[in-house]
């Protein structure tokens, strides 16, 4: 369905205006300009998810065309599907095939050799996706920025889930004597020096009594 957009002015010059949203870039593109009330752009459909049909047609494009001509196929695909507008973007052309429809696209689990290379990459060169993605077939720059920034995020969670193991010192044994009688008193001093000659700093303690 179709539906009238228009900026709309908070204060000043400060404006609100209608924008396309990229959500695997997290950015935001203006389609239409605050001071040009005659904007092609004031009655355009506001739809953003590519459809199956657009998703075909693009593909049958690149095949005729190439993945050079981005704003010729974006044209294109603008005159079939958005009555001449300019609603796709050669960009927008341009990412959907690589990240989404690309039959050379890998999209099932990384293996662990992927996941390695990916990490030793990243901490040798810093986030060079492109060059990382030119040595992982079937994976692009986007996908490898995505997966590292998971495994980075695992580590993490791993980490706080440990629990560190703290070694306890048990205190000196103490031998304790009270109501001495010297009937008792040589038998305690030899238990106490058995028990000295054995004993070290990891036996828990306790104490021996005499009545």
């Not at 199956?52 to 993945?67: M, P, R, S, V």
């Not at 927008?92 to 890998?106: A, D, G, S, T």
């Not at 990459?121 to 079937?138: D, F, H, R, V, Y």
Request: charge should be positive; aromatic fraction near 10%.
């Amino acid at each position: 369905m179709d539906k009238k957009i228009a900026p709309y002015m908070l204060e000043g010059e400060i404006w609100m205006v209608p924008c396309f949203s990229n959500k695997e870039g997290n950015t935001f593109q203006p389609i239409i300009n605050p001071l040009d009330q005659s904007s092609e752009f004031l009655n355009l459909n506001l739809r953003q998810t590519w459809t199956a049909e657009e998703d075909q047609a693009l593909e049958n494009l690149i095949k005729l065309q190439g993945t050079k001509a981005w704003a010729q196929i974006a044209k294109e695909l603008n005159n079939i599907f958005h009555e001449k507008k300019g609603f796709r973007k050669g960009k927008q052309c341009r990412e959907r095939f690589f990240n989404h429809i690309n039959p050379k696209l890998k999209k099932g689990d990384w293996t662990i050799e992927e996941d390695m290379f990916i990490l030793e990459m990243q901490s040798a060169n810093g986030n060079k996706w492109s060059e990382i993605s030119k040595s992982l077939p079937g994976r692009n720059e986007n996908q490898v920025k995505n997966r590292w920034k998971s495994l980075i995020n695992k580590k993490k969670c791993e980490k706080k889930t440990e629990s560190p193991i703290h070694a306890s010192v048990s205190p000196a044994t103490t031998f304790i004597s009270y109501k001495v009688d010297p009937g008792f008193s040589s038998l305690a001093e030899i238990i106490q020096a058995q028990y000295y000659s054995q004993a070290n700093e990891a036996t828990p303690p306790f104490h021996l009594y005499f009545p």
